[in-house]
């Protein structure tokens, strides 16, 4: 099909993230025009079952009236405040207690960003400002795993642990250092229970600190979930492994709740659905249902204090960003979680789950799928070449785009990830009848893509 009018304006001027620029000059941009619940409308009016919420963030879907009116009488009261230098405003401070009340662990203070590559960034700062406060000089090196996804400013990037953050911009910066990333699916050796997986996880995790050498690591940091790394769901009993090696060598745990946080995984944040409290989170995109760019990040009283004593020796935090905390941002967030609790959104979640993994887990009977996992509201399949040894398909054939492709033909936004893995992380107020639909689509996409890989032959025999 030509390029519509609209598509040939984006192509020749908008740069766009994650997206092969040249290939894209020929297939131009999918326009979305409007939003409505849990579904989203393209220029010529199709509907779509948008099964990532967006980026994995408008938890409350499309078209919410009290928002947008938050937003609007936000905007007029006080369209902009800062918090620099002793200023402040009411929904920042109310935002910030509200946090420290739903926050799984005690938390002293919140500091306010705008994405969550900001927040994750501010964590190496602190993580560094409060090692120097300590006097502890050398402990600067952050931890993370092989296929994380923390972001894309210069340290959150160094900490995402895939090639395509990296390549060609001249990072990871040398504070980043990998453990593995704990994929029982491909990892596990045969006859290994998750248990004993998990437990070697934690071993290696060991040997990493250790030969690193404990004194030079400042913290580390790890997403509940493994999102934008494809879905990783963690072992049985891998946090526990974590935790016990990060309190042996006394490193804080830096929790990435940015996908996970308000309810994706059944409890209001992951900490709690795999049971362990970190030193300090990292919160953005549910925070506001995404309707505006928000994040935030919550630090223990110890940090909190210590990053205080350290402001009063030197002279002042020289951190923040001019829309830190911004106002109408802050309002709706406020608002947000306000919905989430009028309407029990965390008790939506539990009780339309188990059709979500129901449904999800039913996929891996089908030829193409090698796993089909999740948790909560978040899953993904992967789709192999050979069932039976776990055999990927040759980058070079596309598969989980082409998947994409006829995904949307269906009517249905997934995200296709690293490996052929495609990712499902739907609004959280998706109803049964709803996720039914959803799962109708990825049917029929996925007897699409197995008569696309039947005629390409590309699948074992
Ligand atoms: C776990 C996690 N952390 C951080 C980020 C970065 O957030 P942002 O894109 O808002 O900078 C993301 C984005 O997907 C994420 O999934």
């Not at 620029?21 to 999918?30: C, H, S």
């Not at 939003?35 to 994995?56: N, T």
């Not at 990871?172 to 998990?198: K, L, T, V």
């Not at 309810?263 to 030193?279: M, S, V």
Request: glycine share 10%.
């Amino acid at each position: 099909m030509p390029l519509s009018n609209a598509q040939m304006r984006d192509v020749q001027s908008v740069l766009h993230p994650y997206t092969n620029l040249v290939k894209f000059r020929e297939t131009g941009p999918m326009i979305i025009e409007r939003g409505q619940g849990v579904r989203v409308y393209d220029e010529h009016g199709k509907d779509y079952i948008e099964a990532m919420a967006g980026l994995w963030c408008t938890a409350l879907g499309w078209g919410d009236n009290e928002l947008a009116e938050t937003a609007a009488e936000q905007m007029k009261k006080l369209a902009f405040g800062h918090l620099f230098g002793g200023k402040s405003h009411e929904p920042a401070i109310a935002l910030a207690e509200k946090l420290k009340e739903i926050a799984p662990f005690p938390v002293g203070k919140v500091f306010f960003a705008n994405s969550g590559s900001e927040a994750n960034d501010t964590q190496v700062k602190l993580a560094w400002y409060a090692s120097n406060a300590r006097g502890l000089t050398k402990k600067k090196k952050i931890l993370s795993r092989t296929k994380a996804y923390h972001g894309v400013t210069l340290a959150s990037a160094s900490l995402t642990g895939l090639a395509n953050n990296h390549r060609s911009f001249d990072l990871p910066f040398d504070f980043a250092r990998f453990a593995e990333c704990p994929h029982y699916y491909h990892g596990a050796e045969p006859g290994e229970s998750e248990m004993q997986f998990s437990a070697r996880m934690g071993a290696n995790l060991e040997a990493l600190i250790l030969a690193e050498g404990p004194d030079t690591i400042a913290a580390m940091i790890a997403e509940p979930v493994m999102g934008a790394g494809g879905v990783i769901v963690p072992p049985e009993g891998y946090f526990d492994q974590v935790v016990r090696v990060l309190e042996k060598h006394g490193i804080p745990l830096i929790d990435d709740e940015v996908i996970t946080g308000f309810g994706r995984t059944g409890n209001w944040f992951g900490a709690t659905t795999y049971g362990f409290e970190p030193e300090s989170m990292s919160i953005a995109k549910a925070l506001s249902s995404a309707y505006l760019p928000i994040s935030a990040v919550l630090l223990s009283p110890e940090l909190s204090d210590i990053v205080e004593q350290e402001s009063g020796r030197i002279g002042t935090f020289g951190h923040g960003f001019t829309y830190s905390g911004h106002p109408v941002a802050a309002a709706v967030a406020l608002k947000t979680i306000e919905i989430y609790q009028r309407r029990d959104l965390v008790g939506h979640v539990r009780h339309v789950a188990p059709l979500f993994q129901k449904r999800l887990r039913a996929l891996a009977d089908h030829p193409l799928v090698g796993e089909a996992v999740g948790v909560g509201l978040i899953g993904a399949i992967e789709l192999v070449a050979d069932k039976k040894t776990k055999t990927n398909f040759e980058p070079a054939k596309q598969a989980g785009a082409t998947f994409g492709n006829f995904a949307q033909d269906e009517g249905l936004i997934v995200r296709p990830l690293l490996g052929d893995r495609i990712a499902l992380c739907p609004p959280l107020v998706i109803t049964e009848e709803e996720i039914g639909e959803l799962f109708d689509r990825l049917e029929r996409t996925l007897a699409k893509s197995l008569d696309w890989a039947t005629r390409e032959k590309l699948i074992a025999a």
